[in-house]
């Protein structure tokens, strides 16, 4: 269930990351692309959920 938590925290940086950066495309008058966000939530998130697990596991290993 440990695992649950860090991809739920993964997908969910990476939604936000993803809409902060459309919102700024946004802004800037650009047009959205949805391959664009999608890849943005994947690799950030990934990313992002992988480090997470990385840290958690670092601090409970001393």
């Given amino acids: 269930m440990l695992k649950n938590r860090f991809i739920l925290a993964g997908i969910v940086s990476g ?3 993803a809409s902060l950066l459309e919102g700024f495309s946004y802004y ?3 047009t959205f692309s949805a391959l664009n966000f999608v890849s943005y ?3 950030f998130g990934g990313f992002n959920g992988y480090l997470t697990y990385r840290a958690h596991k670092n601090a ?3």
Avoid: D, G, Q, R
């Fill in 15 to 17: 939604l936000v990351f």
């Fill in 28 to 30: 800037n008058n650009a």
């Fill in 41 to 43: 939530v994947i690799v």
């Fill in 60 to 62: 409970h290993k001393k």
